[in-house]
DNA sequence: GCCGTTTTCGGCCCGACTGTTTTCAGTCG
């Protein structure tokens, strides 16, 4: 379960905040419109007043630019975002301006604080959430639970026994799960998933879908999607995976399941004339699967999770390419699918040709046993060889970074001079000397000139000093840039997902000296990181600045985290030639390649 | 509340499953 919103149990929570005017970020804002809708959809208000809420919050988050810069550009019109109209516009500037939400306060007024988190539990929708309010006075999760297990459920109008099972089992399996997955515990799932229902799946399709397929940052439940002659047979044994799971439903082709461990796993069988419109509505996103729908029914067709069909006759489903294709569109990558404007670029052949992880020759960020990494250089530089890289570099911290036993600029040197020993052993595989530096608190370099000079791949990284104000960190990071010492900025933004928020810089001068002096961004494959996220690309991308993608690997088997670097990349839309380390050794350096 | 090559009204994506009810509303994805 997700902590309650309001965190304050049943004390009325207060009006509103009194930020001052334009300290409200976009995010801010998406929240304050989709409470308005969870409100106004309590409140058993026009489905498509609450929906527009919704998209108008989904809109704002998608935006790439502050609404509190965009408003002071007399130019800027509100109503050309999407989903954003008159009325819309107009609250948007009542909180930038005043720092209030008139409308939101008055519903916040007429239902008691905390009925909300009554729809976080799965199977409680606002109706129910309102009869339970307004019947039995409960307000809380804590109230919810503690009026489910005496029982009082049982009895209201729409409710009965097993409706009151259920919401126990998700109050308590819920709080298990904590949030979303990240991507390697995703990835695991779904590779254990795969191979145990292989026996039954056999040579017929199967697929992982969902958020996972779109390789988005974080996963909140896996969505398998089967063609399949018996469907009770992959259900019976989807079933026995796990012997501690939750049967959350199952009919004839649709089976939901909560694992031991919290997650949920729905499946979904289809015909195999289906398959490619049941793997193209399960891997979403949403709003990329309504924009498709519109698409089909502005030509007279309909589209659902059995095909695309004009009347009752089915013209297109067996394949995802054959729906996109009959839409007149090319196929779609599923990183792409978040509709951010890709069905039009699908339309007009504009798509960009995505890196894949088998064009990225090399891995320049690593760590071994000298400092935090589990294994030896000689067991890295393996593990590089069975991933078939041209070249691999050891970048392990630099003193600064005292808790992962940095080293100093001695240490250094001798791990330099093992690799100039061992290179000769690994004529398939290129070593080099590298580190992590640190960027220390005033912008100067963890290691002395010098040393530096000697090194063949430097990559800079922010470790303390996180709370500094954005122009403090943008000096610090140009500071770096400015060296010439530098080859790339490691996980430029520091954030740490669902633990720690990015710092902010002024982006604009950061990309423009990264681009004076050579210097590139990293997209970092950490599960826990996955920086440089899709905004940040979104604005580094206006610059003809380069990136690189990097494991950032502990361990052998972290060397694999690289592929979340690609998908990363991929979602920002980027191509090989973006990436400085899809380029052979000599090209490699892009100071070598933009002076 | 948004939107428009069907433009200022009348639409708005679509279907499976559950539980409670007695033919379907609510929820979910």
């Given at each position: 379960m997700r902590q309650s919103r309001t965190g304050a149990g049943d004390k009325p929570a207060p009006d509103h905040t009194n930020l001052p005017p334009h300290d409200r970020d976009?995010?801010?804002?998406?929240?304050?419109?989709?409470?308005?809708?969870?409100?106004?959809?309590?409140?058993?208000?026009?489905?498509?007043?609450?929906?527009?809420?919704?998209?108008?919050?989904?809109?704002?988050?998608?935006?790439?630019?502050?609404?509190?810069?965009?408003?002071?550009?007399?130019?800027?019109?509100?109503?050309?975002?999407?989903?954003?109209?008159?009325?819309l516009a107009g609250k948007i500037t009542e909180i930038l301006s005043?720092?209030?939400f008139k409308l939101l306060y008055k519903l916040r007024r007429q239902i008691p604080t905390g009925t909300r988190d009554l729809l976080l539990v799965p199977g409680i929708g606002p109706k129910k959430a309102r009869q339970l309010e307004r019947v039995l006075g409960i307000h809380s999760l804590e109230g919810l639970r503690a009026a489910t297990e005496a029982h009082q459920l049982?009895?209201?109008?729409?409710?009965?026994?097993?409706?009151?099972?259920?919401?126990?089992?998700?109050?308590?399996q819920a709080e298990a799960a904590s949030g979303r997955m990240l991507l390697d515990e995703a990835s695991d799932l779904a590779n254990r998933l795969t191979s145990y229902?292989?026996?039954?799946?056999?040579?017929?399709?199967?697929?992982?879908?969902?958020?996972?397929?779109?390789?988005?940052?974080?996963?909140?439940?896996?969505?398998?999607?089967?063609?399949?002659?018996?469907?009770?047979?992959?259900?019976?044994?989807?079933?026995?995976?796990?012997?501690?799971?939750?049967?959350?439903?199952?009919?004839?082709?649709?089976?939901?399941?909560?694992?031991?461990?919290?997650?949920?796993?729905?499946?979904?069988?289809?015909?195999?004339?289906?398959?490619?419109?049941?793997?193209?509505?399960?891997?979403?996103s949403k709003s990329h699967n309504i924009e498709l729908r519109k698409m089909a029914q502005n030509l007279g067709l309909k589209l659902n999770e059995y095909g695309l069909f004009e009347g009752d006759i089915a013209r297109a489903g067996r394949t995802e390419e054959d729906v996109y294709r009959t839409l007149g569109l090319t196929w779609i990558p599923p990183e792409l699918r978040e509709g951010h404007g890709e069905i039009e670029l699908a339309a007009t052949g504009r798509l960009p040709?995505?890196?894949?992880?088998?064009?990225?020759?090399?891995?320049?960020?690593?760590?071994?046993?000298?400092?935090?990494?589990?294994?030896?250089?000689?067991?890295?530089?393996?593990?590089?060889?069975?991933?078939?890289?041209?070249?691999?570099?050891?970048?392990?911290?630099?003193?600064?970074?005292?808790?992962?036993?940095?080293?100093?600029?001695?240490?250094?040197?001798?791990?330099?001079?093992?690799?100039?020993k061992i290179q000769g052993s690994f004529p398939d595989i290129r070593i080099l000397k590298g580190v992590e530096l640190d960027i220390l608190e005033d912008g100067a370099l963890d290691m002395p000139k010098e040393t530096l000079k000697e090194a063949d791949w430097v990559i800079a990284a922010i470790h303390y000093g996180l709370k500094q104000?954005?122009?403090?960190?943008?000096?610090?990071?140009?500071?770096?840039?400015?060296?010439?010492?530098?080859?790339?900025?490691?996980?430029?933004?520091?954030?740490l997902i669902g633990k720690r928020p990015a710092y902010d810089f002024e982006w604009t001068e950061v990309?423009?000296?990264?681009?004076?002096?050579?210097?590139?961004?990293?997209?970092?494959?950490?599960?826990?990181?996955?920086?440089?996220?899709?905004?940040?690309?979104?604005?580094?991308?206006?610059?003809?600045?380069?990136?690189?993608?990097?494991?950032?690997?502990?361990?052998?088997?972290?060397?694999?985290?690289?592929?979340?670097?690609?998908?990363?990349?991929?979602?920002?839309?980027?191509?090989?030639?973006?990436?400085?380390?899809?380029?052979?050794?000599?090209l490699l350096k892009s100071k070598a390649t933009t002076s």
């Open positions: 976009n995010k801010e804002i998406a929240e304050l419109f989709d409470e308005a809708a969870d409100l106004l959809a309590l409140h058993n208000e026009n489905p498509f007043r609450i929906r527009a809420y919704r998209n108008a919050a989904r809109s704002l988050r998608d935006l790439d630019q502050p609404l509190s810069s965009l408003t002071s550009d007399p130019t800027y019109k509100l109503t050309d975002i999407p989903g954003i109209g008159k009325d005043t720092g209030e049982a009895g209201v109008k729409g409710f009965g026994a097993k409706t009151e099972a259920n919401i126990l089992t998700s109050l308590t229902l292989a026996p039954t799946t056999g040579n017929n399709k199967f697929e992982v879908a969902g958020s996972y397929r779109r390789s988005r940052e974080t996963v909140g439940d896996l969505d398998l999607v089967a063609d399949c002659d018996d469907a009770a047979a992959l259900m019976d044994r989807l079933q026995n995976f796990d012997t501690a799971a939750t049967v959350l439903g199952r009919g004839a082709t649709k089976m939901s399941l909560r694992l031991a461990s919290g997650r949920q796993v729905d499946l979904r069988v289809v015909p195999r004339e289906s398959f490619g419109a049941a793997l193209l509505y399960f891997t979403g040709q995505l890196v894949e992880t088998q064009d990225i020759r090399g891995d320049l960020h690593v760590h071994t046993d000298a400092t935090d990494g589990r294994h030896s250089m000689l067991e890295m530089i393996e593990a590089a060889q069975r991933h078939h890289y041209e070249y691999l570099a050891i970048t392990d911290h630099s003193q600064r970074v005292t808790v992962a036993k940095g080293l100093d600029e001695f240490q250094l040197q001798e791990q330099w001079s093992n690799i100039n104000s954005p122009q403090v960190i943008t000096k610090r990071l140009i500071k770096a840039i400015q060296s010439g010492l530098v080859h790339a900025i490691a996980h430029p933004t520091g954030r990309c423009k000296a990264a681009v004076d002096y050579g210097c590139a961004l990293e997209i970092n494959g950490q599960p826990s990181r996955l920086d440089l996220n899709e905004q940040a690309l979104s604005r580094a991308m206006n610059y003809p600045v380069h990136f690189v993608v990097s494991s950032d690997a502990h361990s052998m088997n972290e060397l694999n985290f690289m592929k979340f670097a690609v998908y990363q990349a991929r979602r920002g839309g980027l191509a090989a030639p973006n990436i400085l380390n899809t380029r052979d050794l000599r």
